[in-house]
């Protein structure tokens, strides 16, 4: 995840086109008017063999005679390309947009002798196969589109330069103005992941759209992502949502988590809304255009026609969102400036004759009531009222309004056949206007649900069970053996041994090989009810394809007619299949109960998956599901759940008391981390997975098996609690302390811990003094990437207290990372601090960063002394004579870090 050089690439102080060409309508002599056209500032050159001269300036033969210079656009034919490159990287550029087409792609291609010939030297590429880039705020147009973008703070980044192009056409109209707009082509170099990050830290850049067709690097993906959304909107639209990609899928979990879904369930996992189409993609910009996110979901609507509103009303419905209520006194005030006619309630209808003064009144009312969170006034045509009055109306008291309130509240506009006129009046009052009331609604629901998906990275998850204590060890045995095996699938008594490492209930199980083998073993549970019989094949996935289940078997005699007819049918049915025999189970029978599934499945994107919904032989016919990438936690497995219709069902009705929904939430939570310490699992089922008052049981489970080609948690998109790095150590007065990564659900921790930090060391570590211990300020240390930042807190192991933290968080432009170390001041002078550093140092060397710095206040004598005792290289601020600089070369700290 780097942003190396991004910004010489984006600003660059001259730029020269290869392949500029005097012929019209060619690509090169299209990107040298663009760049004329936007008056970049700066020097632009030409490098063209054939001719000297182009328009008026010069034209070098080759990149090897051109003066020092930032940035290249490569036009030029395909096979020129990497030599073009290297020549260039040779010289000093910083970056090149690739516009050329037809590099190829693999190994010896002419894109990957390109992108070698850039990494020698350091150098960025954009493309290649790309529209180029916009930056208007440098007035550099670096592309072939027809047109400049504005100026504006919303980042378009899009992997098609049709779209791109698009975009720009489409804003010009509007008004709307970009940071930069950014046309990926096959991504050679800068990925998508690579300018989410750089936009991320933009100051001038308020919002991000992004299209995409498809993501490499997922794990870069989502940590950018993450990152990005925390600080400001990311809005997606992804291509392709009705590839067939679960046509192959081998259990009911796989079929479930189609390819679309899962690239749904990662988008909703690090923050981002998510657009379907162009159209709402083109209402994102028109909102992100104008308005910044606010808090809330209630919706008052103004409007001079009740069937538009109603119609709105439906469609807020539809989308989730919240409809405010009116107070008697909000009422009141608008009885003071209404006619009578109006409605009295939420639409507020105005009445077809509503003129400029009474919107005005209307929405003054409107903002001023502390019962909504946002305004939709919309407005239809009448021969009874000028519309163009009532919209100047409605943007000179949104003015106004603007100007009393920080923030203002925000105002939606659908003014139905409206004009330039009424456009050009809400564009003033910075108010996002919308062609229908659908479009305005699902703008307004594009930022509810962007802060609700800031809340939900922000919030603090409940503590695991403290008596969950999987047993990966005993589990990896079964797995490892299927595997050696060669076998696809673990027979019942290898699931039977896996759910139990987990702690996750499933019926009992016994093998037979044959009807009397069946008739027998079943005699240990028929004292207690009757029994099941399935078939055990390990090529025979779903028993019901073959009739191989039998239920409610009372008496050894009806067993053995049963297992009979089990083996007799499947061997009929597939006589191809390897038949082991067959499985019998004691029946659980469970009053008023539910059947759900739960499971994990392997994406080739974003790898486990973890599903959830309605179970039963009909799941992929009533597709009720839900999905969600690991890890987990309680707080993401129940979000899980409440996204499915059953999960209604799992509270009390009539007579059915309430399921255990922390039960059916630690299934889920349970899958994931099987998931991460077993990585030779594929897929899960577990199906039916009865719960109830009681908690849950799984009645029947199938689990796929590969050979593993990494740890399960390198398979992970969201990288997931590094357990390897806890440890117990002794510190210099022989006492213990639990040394370990940091978890969200340490939050509670934190605030008794700088208790008991003396102000005084505190502001040594902030560089200020430190007032707000709120669950924001805490939340910054707890809800961390370990993808890009890793916190080790040190930890009494028999009371839990607190008590020090050393953090690292990697740096966007290159493999430096920046530390800090903080120790309660009661427990100062036992090596703590030491201790810490050395394992953030042991940290730094396993990921491969090569620097590790940071800043250190000079009266701050005690870090400049561990510093300098453990090889940091120590200097003077050059802006601040307060502070000096630390720096470690990671390569050169011996191991142990001393």
Same mark, same amino acid.
């Given at each position: 995840?780097?942003?190396?050089?991004?910004?010489?690439?984006?600003?660059?102080?001259?730029?020269?086109? @290869?392949?500029?060409?005097?012929?019209?309508?060619?690509?090169?002599?299209?990107?040298?008017?663009?760049?004329?056209?936007?008056?970049?500032?700066?020097?632009?050159?030409?490098?063209?063999?054939? +001719?000297?001269?182009?328009?008026?300036?010069?034209?070098?033969?080759?990149?090897?005679?051109? $003066?020092?210079?930032?940035?290249?656009?490569?036009?030029?034919?395909?096979?020129?390309?990497?030599?073009?490159?290297?020549?260039?990287?040779?010289?000093?550029?910083?970056?090149?947009?690739?516009?050329?087409?037809?590099?190829?792609?693999?190994?010896?291609?002419?894109?990957?002798?390109?992108?070698?010939?850039?990494?020698?030297?350091?150098?960025?590429?954009? %493309? $290649?196969?790309?529209?180029?880039?916009?930056?208007?705020?440098?007035?550099?147009?670096?592309?072939?589109?027809? #047109?400049?973008?504005?100026?504006?703070?919303?980042?378009?980044?899009?992997?098609?330069?049709?779209?791109?192009?698009?975009?720009?056409?489409?804003?010009?109209? !509007?008004?709307?103005?970009?940071?930069?707009?950014?046309?990926?082509?096959?991504?050679?170099?800068?990925?998508?992941?690579?300018?989410?990050?750089?936009?991320?830290?933009?100051?001038?850049?308020?919002?991000?759209?992004?299209?995409?067709?498809?993501?490499?690097?997922?794990?870069?993906?989502?940590?950018?992502?993450?990152?990005?959304?925390?600080?400001?909107?990311?809005?997606?639209?992804?291509?392709?949502? +009705?590839?067939?990609?679960?046509?192959?899928?081998?259990?009911?979990?796989?079929?479930?988590?189609?390819?679309?879904?899962?690239?749904?369930?990662?988008?909703?996992?690090?923050?981002?809304?998510?657009?379907?189409?162009?159209?709402?993609?083109?209402?994102?910009?028109?909102?992100?255009?104008?308005?910044?996110?606010? /808090?809330?979901?209630?919706?008052?609507?103004?409007?001079?026609?009740?069937?538009?509103?109603?119609?709105?009303?439906?469609?807020?419905?539809?989308?989730?969102?919240?409809?405010?209520?009116?107070?008697?006194?909000?009422?009141?005030?608008?009885?003071?400036?209404?006619?009578?006619?109006?409605?009295?309630?939420?639409?507020?209808?105005?009445?077809?004759?509503?003129?400029?003064?009474?919107?005005? &009144?209307?929405?003054?009312?409107?903002?001023?009531?502390?019962?909504?969170?946002?305004?939709?006034?919309?407005?239809?045509?009448?021969?009874?009222?000028?519309?163009?009055?009532?919209?100047?109306?409605?943007?000179?008291?949104?003015?106004?309004?603007?100007?009393?309130?920080?923030?203002?509240?925000?105002?939606?506009?659908?003014?139905?056949?409206?004009?330039?006129?009424?456009?050009?009046?809400?564009?003033?009052? #910075?108010?996002?206007?919308?062609?229908?009331?659908?479009?305005?609604?699902?703008?307004?629901?594009?930022? @509810?649900?962007?802060?609700?998906?800031?809340?939900?990275?922000?919030?603090?998850?409940?503590?695991? $069970?403290?008596?969950?204590?999987?047993?990966?060890?005993?589990?990896?045995?079964?797995?490892?053996?299927?595997?050696?095996?060669?076998?696809?699938?673990?027979?019942?008594?290898?699931?039977?041994?896996?759910?139990?490492?987990?702690?996750?209930?499933?019926?009992?199980?016994?093998?037979?090989?044959?009807?009397?083998?069946?008739?027998? @073993?079943?005699?240990?549970?028929?004292?207690?009810?009757?029994?099941?019989?399935?078939?055990?094949?390990?090529?025979?996935? +779903?028993?019901?394809?073959?009739?191989?289940?039998?239920?409610?078997?009372?008496?050894?005699?009806?067993?053995?007619?049963?297992?009979?007819?089990?083996?007799?049918?499947?061997?009929?049915?597939?006589?191809?299949?390897?038949?082991?025999?067959?499985?019998?189970? /004691?029946?659980?029978?469970?009053?008023?109960?539910?059947?759900?599934?739960?499971?994990?499945?392997?994406?080739?994107?974003?790898? $486990?998956?973890?599903?959830?919904?309605?179970?039963?032989?009909?799941?992929?016919?009533?597709?009720?599901?839900?999905?969600?990438?690991?890890?987990?936690?309680?707080?993401?497995?129940?979000?899980?759940?409440?996204?499915?219709?059953?999960?209604?069902?799992? +509270?009390?009705?009539?007579?059915?008391?309430?399921?255990?929904?922390?039960?059916?939430?630690?299934?889920?939570?349970?899958?994931?981390?099987?998931?991460?310490?077993?990585?030779?699992?594929?897929?899960?089922?577990?199906?039916?997975?009865?719960?109830?008052?009681?908690?849950?049981?799984?009645?029947?489970?199938?689990?796929? @098996?590969?050979?593993?080609?990494?740890?399960? &948690?390198?398979?992970?998109?969201?990288?997931?609690?590094?357990?390897?790095?806890?440890?117990?150590? !002794?510190?210099?007065?022989?006492?213990?302390?639990?040394?370990?990564?940091?978890?969200?659900?340490?939050?509670?921790?934190?605030?008794?811990?700088? %208790?008991?930090?003396?102000?005084?060391?505190?502001?040594?570590?902030?560089?200020?003094?430190?007032?707000?211990?709120?669950?924001?300020?805490?939340?910054?240390?707890?809800?961390?990437?370990?993808?890009? &930042?890793?916190?080790?807190?040190?930890?009494?192991?028999?009371?839990?207290?607190?008590?020090?933290?050393?953090?690292?968080?990697?740096?966007?432009?290159?493999?430096?990372?920046?530390?800090?170390?903080?120790?309660?001041?009661?427990?100062?002078?036992?090596?703590?601090?030491?201790?810490?550093?050395?394992?953030?140092?042991?940290?730094?060397?396993?990921?491969?960063?090569?620097?590790?710095?940071?800043?250190?206040?000079?009266?701050?004598?005690?870090?400049?002394?561990?510093?300098?005792?453990?090889?940091?290289?120590?200097?003077?601020?050059?802006?601040?004579?307060?502070?000096?600089?630390?720096?470690?070369?990671?390569?050169?700290? /011996?191991?142990?870090?001393?």
């Amino acid at each position: 995840m780097t942003t190396y050089r991004l910004d010489r690439l984006f600003a660059p102080r001259s730029v020269a086109v @290869v392949g500029a060409s005097p012929r019209e309508r060619s690509v090169g002599r299209s990107i040298l008017r663009n760049l004329k056209d936007a008056q970049f500032p700066g020097p632009i050159r030409l490098v063209n063999p054939r +001719h000297g001269e182009i328009e008026g300036i010069a034209a070098s033969k080759s990149v090897a005679d051109l $003066p020092e210079t930032d940035l290249l656009v490569v036009a030029s034919p395909p096979d020129s390309v990497p030599g073009t490159i290297a020549e260039a990287g040779a010289r000093g550029t910083a970056g090149a947009v690739i516009v050329t087409s037809g590099l190829g792609d693999g190994p010896g291609s002419l894109a990957e002798a390109t992108e070698r010939a850039a990494r020698a030297h350091g150098m960025r590429l954009i %493309g $290649p196969n790309c529209l180029g880039i916009q930056i208007p705020g440098a007035k550099l147009n670096a592309s072939f589109a027809a #047109r400049m973008s504005r100026p504006g703070d919303v980042a378009l980044i899009s992997q098609s330069g049709a779209v791109a192009a698009g975009l720009v056409e489409w804003a010009a109209q !509007r008004s709307i103005g970009f940071s930069g707009l950014i046309s990926l082509g096959n991504q050679i170099d800068v990925d998508i992941a690579d300018l989410v990050d750089h936009y991320a830290a933009d100051r001038a850049t308020r919002s991000i759209l992004l299209y995409i067709e498809s993501i490499r690097d997922a794990r870069k993906f989502m940590s950018a992502a993450r990152a990005a959304a925390r600080v400001k909107p990311v809005i997606v639209v992804k291509s392709g949502r +009705h590839a067939q990609g679960a046509a192959a899928a081998r259990t009911h979990t796989g079929a479930l988590a189609g390819s679309d879904a899962v690239y749904d369930a990662a988008f909703r996992r690090v923050g981002l809304v998510r657009a379907f189409d162009l159209d709402e993609l083109f209402d994102a910009a028109e909102t992100l255009g104008h308005l910044r996110p606010f /808090p809330g979901n209630r919706l008052a609507i103004l409007t001079n026609g009740g069937g538009i509103g109603v119609l709105a009303v439906d469609r807020l419905m539809d989308l989730g969102g919240k409809l405010a209520s009116l107070s008697p006194e909000v009422v009141a005030a608008l009885d003071r400036v209404l006619p009578q006619v109006w409605s009295k309630a939420n639409p507020i209808d105005i009445s077809g004759d509503a003129d400029g003064a009474r919107y005005a &009144a209307a929405i003054q009312a409107v903002l001023d009531d502390p019962g909504n969170d946002a305004v939709l006034a919309m407005n239809v045509p009448t021969a009874l009222a000028s519309s163009r009055d009532a919209a100047e109306a409605v943007a000179t008291t949104v003015r106004a309004h603007q100007g009393r309130r920080a923030p203002p509240k925000p105002v939606f506009a659908v003014w139905i056949g409206g004009t330039s006129g009424d456009t050009a009046a809400f564009e003033a009052a #910075r108010i996002p206007n919308y062609g229908s009331e659908a479009d305005a609604v699902r703008s307004f629901m594009h930022l @509810v649900r962007y802060r609700e998906g800031i809340d939900q990275l922000m919030r603090t998850p409940p503590a695991l $069970p403290q008596d969950f204590r999987p047993d990966a060890a005993k589990a990896r045995q079964a797995v490892q053996r299927a595997v050696a095996e060669g076998r696809a699938w673990l027979d019942p008594l290898e699931i039977d041994a896996l759910m139990a490492a987990y702690d996750i209930p499933i019926a009992g199980v016994a093998l037979a090989r044959n009807a009397d083998d069946a008739a027998a @073993v079943a005699k240990r549970w028929l004292g207690d009810g009757p029994v099941a019989l399935k078939i055990l094949s390990p090529d025979i996935v +779903h028993k019901s394809d073959v009739d191989g289940v039998r239920l409610n078997l009372r008496d050894a005699t009806a067993v053995r007619e049963a297992a009979t007819g089990i083996l007799a049918r499947a061997r009929e049915l597939r006589p191809d299949a390897r038949i082991a025999g067959v499985t019998v189970h /004691p029946m659980i029978v469970r009053p008023k109960t539910r059947e759900l599934i739960a499971g994990l499945a392997d994406d080739p994107t974003f790898g $486990p998956v973890i599903a959830f919904g309605a179970g039963g032989t009909a799941v992929e016919a009533i597709a009720d599901k839900a999905l969600t990438l690991p890890p987990l936690d309680l707080a993401l497995a129940r979000d899980l759940i409440e996204r499915t219709r059953v999960s209604r069902i799992l +509270h009390a009705y009539r007579d059915v008391p309430a399921a255990d929904l922390d039960a059916v939430a630690l299934v889920p939570v349970k899958l994931a981390t099987m998931a991460a310490e077993i990585p030779e699992i594929r897929e899960i089922d577990l199906n039916p997975l009865l719960v109830g008052a009681f908690g849950v049981v799984a009645l029947d489970a199938r689990v796929a @098996v590969a050979p593993a080609a990494s740890e399960g &948690a390198a398979r992970f998109a969201i990288r997931p609690y590094p357990k390897q790095w806890e440890r117990k150590e !002794r510190l210099r007065d022989g006492s213990q302390v639990l040394v370990r990564p940091v978890k969200p659900e340490d939050e509670p921790l934190y605030p008794p811990f700088l %208790g008991r930090v003396t102000s005084e060391d505190l502001r040594l570590r902030f560089f200020a003094p430190v007032k707000d211990v709120s669950h924001n300020f805490i939340a910054r240390f707890t809800q961390i990437d370990y993808a890009r &930042a890793m916190a080790f807190v040190a930890i009494d192991p028999l009371t839990g207290e607190m008590f020090g933290v050393g953090r690292l968080h990697t740096s966007r432009q290159a493999n430096r990372a920046e530390y800090a170390v903080l120790v309660r001041s009661d427990f100062k002078g036992r090596g703590l601090g030491w201790l810490l550093m050395q394992q953030l140092i042991e940290y730094a060397r396993r990921e491969g960063i090569a620097i590790l710095h940071g800043e250190v206040l000079t009266e701050n004598t005690t870090m400049l002394r561990m510093c300098a005792e453990l090889g940091f290289r120590i200097t003077d601020s050059a802006d601040d004579s307060t502070v000096r600089y630390v720096e470690l070369n990671v390569a050169d700290a /011996p191991p142990g870090g001393a």
